[in-house]
């Protein structure tokens, strides 16, 4: 073991303070790194503050992380001392269960083990998460970060881009394809970057007339007011996917509205049941699809990182000294930060 320092939260109402821990002495699958960056995903608040109703305390958060290999265990093979190295949401999972077996760790049947407020499937300690000096992660859950990539920048493509980039994969974008991106946040700024590195024709759709310019710098070929109840319906049928990164309560109906027969409205952004109800026949009438879709496995996480090397995409940041996190996170909650903050792990004294 050794000792690493780290932000967290000792309850569901308490601040996220300073806190010395122990991280274990790497095993021989372990990379060991020291953390450079981290980004500030919106989860993290949510489990923070025991949004979700299944965290665990003291919750050190953090799973957009970038570092250094400091040491390697016995049988990594790899990555060696020096390497610049990424971990997302996940550090382990069962590993032999049909989906692992499919690079789809996220959906391990036995439930994959997140990177923070989860348990260790070794030794059962709780996971504390890349708000800290140091991580020490198996092999198989750590990719490479490509060369060409900004380091700070390149943090929430771990979280916020795996997220948008692995359902327009899994479902087929292709060019020529009319995609609409519903909220331009952390998630939804990504997403019209690769749908359009994609070949996709992509529409943002958002609440307020304010968001259009920026929605067209960011790549955005048109944009829709979705308040505006004309915009939306001469919107009708003409879209092949919806991108939903809207993480709140929303009226789908309208949006589904917008899809063609064959359409797939697929939601990223939202983990509480769909209010108000759908109509079957939005659904029905058109074979539309609703999806769900979360983060990706590690090969995909891999494959996200060279496209976004190979595409010059990266996210927008903001970079946050840690002693903020806590104005950080009310700053996420009010929507004000373009688009991702990261934290830069110098300003973390030990
Ligand atoms: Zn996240
Ligand atoms: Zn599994």
Same mark, same amino acid.
């Given at each position: 073991?050794?000792?690493? =320092? ?7 109402? !308490? ?13 021989? %699958? ?14 993290? =608040? ?7 109703? *299944? ?34 949401? @996940? +550090? ?35 996971? $504390? ?19 060409? @990539? ?9 979280? !916020? ?43 943002? #759709? ?28 001469? !919107? ?24 063609? *027969? ?18 079957? *026949? ?6 539309? +699809?609703?999806?769900?879709? $979360? ?10 990182? %060279? #496209? ?8 927008? =940041?903001? $970079? ?20 991702? #903050?990261?934290? %830069? ?6």
């Amino acid at each position: 073991m050794f000792k690493a =320092i780290g932000y967290a939260a000792q309850s569901a109402t !308490a601040p996220l303070a300073p806190m010395t821990f122990e991280r274990r002495t790497p095993r021989a %699958d372990d990379v060991a790194l020291e953390v450079l960056f981290c980004g500030v995903c919106h989860s993290d =608040i949510h489990q923070a503050r025991n949004e979700w109703g *299944f965290a665990s305390y003291p919750l050190m958060p953090g799973h957009e992380i970038v570092g250094k290999v400091t040491s390697v265990g016995a049988d990594v093979s790899k990555y060696k001392v020096g390497d610049i190295v990424g971990v997302g949401c @996940l +550090v382990d999972s069962c590993r032999t269960c049909e989906a692992c077996e499919a690079n789809l760790e996220q959906y391990c049947l036995e439930g994959p083990t997140q990177t923070y407020a989860s348990r260790d499937r070794v030794d059962g300690t709780l996971t $504390m998460g890349g708000y800290s000096n140091a991580m020490v992660v198996s092999e198989r859950f750590v990719v490479r970060i490509p060369e060409k @990539l900004d380091l700070a920048s390149a943090a929430p493509i771990l979280c !916020a881009g795996i997220t948008t980039y692995s359902p327009l994969k899994h479902f087929g974008v292709k060019p020529g394809d009319k995609v609409g991106v519903l909220g331009m946040g952390g998630l939804g700024h990504m997403g019209i970057k690769f749908a359009k590195a994609m070949g996709a024709e992509v529409t943002l #759709f958002t609440r307020s007339q304010a968001k259009a310019e920026e929605g067209r710098r960011q790549g955005a070929d048109h944009v829709i007011v979705s308040t505006n109840e004309n915009e939306m319906k001469d !919107a009708a049928g003409r879209f092949d996917f919806l991108l939903d990164t809207i993480p709140v309560q929303h009226d789908l109906n309208p949006y589904l509205n917008t899809l063609r *027969f064959d359409g797939v409205h697929i939601l990223v952004g939202l983990i509480e049941p769909i209010d108000p109800p759908v109509h079957a *026949f939005n659904l029905v009438a058109k074979r539309r +699809v609703i999806a769900g879709s $979360m983060i990706g496995g590690l090969a995909e996480t891999q494959e996200v990182l %060279d #496209f976004c090397a190979e595409h010059d995409i990266t996210c927008d =940041i903001e $970079m946050l000294d840690i002693n903020n996190i806590n104005e950080a996170f009310e700053r996420v909650v009010k929507g004000d930060v373009k688009y991702r #903050f990261v934290i %830069d792990m110098k300003t973390l004294k030990a």
